[in-house]
């Protein structure tokens, strides 16, 4: 019985004296980008493209929106302390979703939330979760969706072991997403909300956002990075809602041809501009979604008349209800709306990949 107590006590003595201990998050897997040659690892475009792109643009690019980290531990606590690039602040979007940190773990093969790290300040240190059994589990996590991270340290107990993934999920050959705000993940409440990072996690298979806020605007440059990134099994267009009519009209095609070259035979999937909830009251948003949905066709069926194959456009019909529930601000999603985003491409997906 002395004995018993003895090793009981000893036990509880070792966890009360363990301390978090950080680790450098550059030695884990980073998942979610198109290039490699950025000018710190947390971001999305390469440096060659510094000053070829509007001032707008390479700044957004810039932010961590679709790239997650991966690694595995014994830990029963995980932290995080990072440092945001800008300290980015909005008035429709939580703190948690523009520079916070999102925690998952794989459970039979499927990711389970496990925490948020949320920020303080520019740097910040938080707990992500804790008390739990002191098991080797898998873990991927999401970085911020609105603002950049310039540093980022993973905290395990002192005790504990933290090492490279030995299950090799997300698989590695990405959908590549394109788009505008909504695509970057405005507005989650948390970056695992985001629907790019929905769908890494019901398909195990790694997506690359690049969507950048305002400013999907069909840039050549955007292009042909997207063009540059081998073994792409899909690319999904959703540029609509910051294109105008004329942009639509005269650089969709450009565009399209240009990754076209690189992937001859891969599908492509365009996506119409959403029927925004204040459409149904606001004329001015119900003209300019129906002009912008009609040129996207106008142009989409062009190019099927000219014989370009594997091609698709999803309709915006059913993309997120029409009960008005699924935004923040009669445009950008809720977490609800961004589930209903993922349930209406998951089937697509499936079919157009196979997954």
Not at 100 to 115: E, K, S, V
Not at 134 to 163: K, T
Request: aromatic share 10%.
């Amino acid at each position: 019985m002395r004995t018993i107590v003895f090793c009981i006590t000893l036990a509880a003595s070792v966890m009360l004296h363990s301390q978090i201990v950080y680790h450098n998050a550059d030695q884990f897997p980073l998942l979610g980008k198109a290039t490699t040659h950025t000018l710190t690892r947390y971001e999305r475009l390469p440096d060659s493209l510094e000053h070829k792109l509007r001032p707008q643009l390479w700044s957004l690019g810039r932010n961590s929106a679709g790239l997650a980290i991966r690694f595995r531990s014994n830990s029963t606590t995980i932290a995080a302390h990072w440092e945001s690039l800008f300290n980015n602040a909005m008035n429709h979007m939580t703190a948690t979703g523009i520079r916070g940190l999102d925690l998952y773990t794989l459970i039979d093969g499927q990711w389970r939330f496990a925490g948020s790290g949320r920020p303080q300040r520019k740097e910040s240190r938080a707990v992500i979760i804790s008390n739990m059994k002191p098991e080797m589990r898998e873990y991927m996590l999401f970085l911020s969706l609105y603002d950049g991270v310039s540093s980022l340290e993973i905290g395990v107990d002192s005790l504990s072991i933290i090492e490279q993934p030995q299950v090799d999920l997300p698989r590695r050959e990405p959908i590549i997403a394109y788009g505008t705000s909504i695509l970057q993940g405005g507005c989650a409440t948390r970056p695992g909300m985001a629907h790019t990072n929905i769908l890494m996690r019901r398909f195990n298979r790694e997506f690359i956002n690049l969507g950048f806020s305002g400013n999907g605007r069909l840039d050549y440059e955007i292009a042909h990075v997207i063009a540059a990134v081998p073994r792409v099994p899909l690319f999904i267009l959703d540029f609509v809602p910051n294109a105008s009519v004329e942009e639509i009209r005269t650089k969709m095609e450009p565009f399209y041809r240009i990754i076209r070259a690189k992937h001859p035979n891969t599908p492509i999937l365009f996506v119409e501009d959403p029927i925004f909830a204040h459409a149904l009251f606001d004329q001015s948003i119900d003209k300019e979604v129906r002009e912008k949905n009609a040129m996207l066709h106008t142009v989409f069926d062009a190019l099927q008349a000219q014989g370009e194959k594997d091609i698709y456009l999803l309709s915006s019909k059913d993309m997120i209800g029409m009960d008005g529930e699924a935004t923040v601000d009669g445009i950008h999603f809720t977490d609800l709306g961004f589930v209903r985003y993922a349930d209406q491409l998951t089937p697509v997906i499936q079919l157009l990949t196979g997954f």
